[in-house]
């Protein structure tokens, strides 16, 4: 599979790219990781990890309710939500099935569609309807984002969330 095919797939399907080309046997998830663009700027990322650190955030998230299909654990890549207790390297469990279900205090991912050059970014905000918010010290990444369905789509609600260092 090209990486053009495996993005045609990943814009279809709606899912990250990284996740096409890991699930096509094309590269190892951290080369995967590595090829996807949008996730090196996104607030959180599929999490990729083989070996003993893999397993255990498998339990964990097992423990934690994260055994259902739909529910996939993610990694937390900046200070978005550092004022609500998330920090980098975090590890979160997000439900994709509670996507149309989110209430006002909800951590959720969402995603923030740039029709213009085709672009898609991964954000991890506080929900407070109708918008998307980050809740951080620092000032970059502090925009508000509308929930229109179209150019701003949640894509799944934080169920659980812990630190591994």
């Known amino acids: 599979?090209?990486?053009d095919w495996a993005r045609a797939f990943a814009k279809v399907l709606q899912v990250p790219l990284?996740?096409?080309l890991k699930r096509a046997g094309v590269s190892e998830p951290a080369e995967a990781q590595r090829l996807?663009?949008?996730f090196s700027e996104s607030?959180?990322?599929?999490?990729v990890s083989d070996g003993s650190a893999a397993d255990n955030a498998r339990k964990i998230a097992a423990l934690l309710g994260g055994d259902k299909p739909g529910v996939d654990i993610w990694t937390v890549r900046t200070d978005a939500l550092m004022l609500e207790g998330?920090?980098?390297g975090d590890l979160i469990l997000v439900d994709t099935h509670q996507s149309?279900?989110?209430r006002a205090g909800d951590m959720v991912i969402a995603q923030l569609y740039n029709w213009k050059s085709g672009s898609v970014e991964t954000v991890l905000r506080l929900f407070e309807p109708p918008v998307l918010i980050a809740v951080s010290a620092t000032v970059s990444g502090g925009r508000t984002?509308?929930?229109d369905g179209n150019n701003v789509v949640i894509r799944g609600k934080v169920i659980a969330s812990w630190r591994t260092n």
């Open 1 to 3: 599979m090209s990486l």
């Open 18 to 20: 990284e996740e096409v």
């Open 36 to 38: 996807t663009p949008g």
């Open 43 to 47: 607030d959180a990322a599929p999490f």
């Open 86 to 88: 998330y920090r980098r």
């Open 100 to 102: 149309e279900r989110c």
């Open 145 to 147: 984002h509308v929930v």
